[in-house]
């Protein structure tokens, strides 16, 4: 009788001490779970992917040494963590750095966080600039020269127009057609254009690391979807083999396409950035006024 008194009175100890949950706990908790399922999500499209199971292999025995007191399994797991932290940082370095760019990209940092005037000053793509480089494209996959044209958006390039030659000239058919000619000293690389210029050509760009992207594709594919995953370019590319031109955009590949859905692309692309209004908070008021 005494125990079961003991045992309602225990039960009424712990019912009347239960913590009180307020709203801001709720927020709290809610933020702490969207935050590790975007991260869950942002590791299974990487290779870490089979790292993040070697982790939980690895704390799952160090769990178990722990409970059944395997003193030496402890001592050894514990120290192979510690210095396994600092592995993962060096050896996953490339995955780290697209996540904070791809962070950088979000909509909030686009909206707001504008702090130079030169950024202001930016001009979206003019319909003569998407004619000329539809033009060229087309004439291109019709000879079957190969081409990698990268249009820079709101991520900047700076990076890896040095690794090319300066060219800073208006965007026309002829250059672009000129420039992609075999054995021609610019031919080789990719050119970039921003604010309806050639800013570079010849230039080195960033290959992915994808292992879903097709056999049959080649280096200048591979480069496309490689600066499609570090920025917000759009990337055009003719098939030297086949003449067939597919673009790239936010890490995905779409081929086989025609001069139609290259325009109406970039004309979006356009419209959508006229009529985005940019707060500029150092001067705390709105772009255009």
């Not at 993040?52 to 514990?78: C, D, E, H, M």
């Not at 909206?111 to 979206?124: A, G, H, L, T, V």
């Not at 000239?169 to 672009?176: F, G, R």
């Not at 067939?244 to 109406?264: A, Q």
Request: charged letters at 25%; glycine letters at 6%.
């Amino acid at each position: 009788m005494n125990s079961l008194r003991d045992l309602v009175s225990q039960l009424k100890w712990s019912i009347m001490n239960i913590p009180s949950i307020r709203i801001g706990d709720i927020v709290d908790i809610l933020i702490v779970a969207y935050l590790i399922y975007k991260i869950i999500i942002w590791i299974k499209d990487t290779r870490a992917w089979a790292l993040f199971k070697g982790v939980v292999v690895i704390f799952s025995a160090a769990v178990i040494a722990y409970v059944f007191q395997l003193n030496t399994v402890w001592w050894i797991l514990s120290n192979t963590i510690s210095v396994g932290i600092i592995a993962v940082f060096v050896v996953f370095q490339p995955e780290f750095r697209r996540a904070l760019e791809q962070l950088g990209r979000g909509r909030f940092f686009s909206n707001f966080m504008i702090f130079d005037e030169q950024r202001e000053r930016e001009e979206s793509i003019s319909t003569g600039t998407i004619e000329a480089i539809i033009k060229a494209v087309e004439h291109l996959a019709d000879s079957k020269i190969g081409a990698l044209i990268v249009i820079e958006r709101n991520v900047k390039l700076g990076e890896y127009e040095r690794t090319g030659i300066k060219i800073d000239a208006l965007v026309t058919a002829q250059l672009l057609i000129n420039i992609f000619q075999p054995n021609t000293p610019l031919h080789d690389g990719a050119v970039i254009i921003k604010n309806n210029r050639v800013s570079a050509a010849t230039c080195y760009l960033p290959l992915t690391d994808s292992l879903e992207i097709s056999k049959e594709l080649g280096t200048r594919h591979r480069a496309a979807l490689g600066i499609s995953e570090v920025s917000d370019a759009i990337t055009i590319v003719v098939s030297e083999e086949t003449g067939i031109i597919s673009v790239t955009d936010s890490g995905s590949l779409i081929r086989n396409i025609k001069g139609e859905f290259i325009r109406t692309m970039l004309k979006d692309h356009s419209s959508k950035k006229m009529d985005r209004k940019k707060l500029v908070l150092w001067k705390g008021r709105h772009k255009n006024e």
